[in-house]
Nanobody
Framework: QVQVEESGGGSVQPGGSLRLSCAAS????????MGWYRQAPGKQRELVAIITSGSTPIYGDSVKGRFTISRDNAGAKSTVDLQMNSLNSDDTAVYYC??????????WGQGTQVTVSS
């Protein structure tokens, strides 16, 4: 069983920055993809950013140029960080970390709230 631990999030004013972190442990094999999705009230969950085991990033259109994802596979845990800059009210959502082992096996974190408000 893979454990997914999220940290970061909180409240920030428009134009501000936040950093989210996610750590995955307990996998008996390599992790193919790690990343972040978000879900705002009344909306479907959407891709924010993901990164492959080879550190290739993929961003959702709404965050390109503002968010940066990075990954560290050293040690017993695999970690992924999401640096979020130039935040606006549309970024307000619950952010979920996703850990993908293969095409049929994935795990979600419990979610962390990000609120952008003046």
């Amino acid at each position: 069983q893979v454990q997914v631990e999220e940290s970061g999030g909180g409240s920030v004013q428009p134009g501000g920055s936040l950093r989210l972190s996610c750590a995955a442990s307990g996998s008996d094999r390599g992790i193919a993809v790690m990343g972040w999705y978000r879900q705002a009230p009344g909306k479907q969950r959407e891709l924010v950013a993901i990164i492959t085991s080879g550190s290739t990033p993929i961003y959702g259109d709404s965050v390109k140029g503002r968010f940066t994802i990075s990954r560290d596979n050293a040690g017993a845990k695999s970690t992924v960080d999401l640096q979020m800059n130039s935040l606006n009210s549309d970024d307000t959502a619950v952010y979920y970390c996703k850990v993908v082992l293969d095409s049929v096996t994935h795990y979600w974190g419990q979610g962390t709230q990000v609120t952008v408000s003046s």
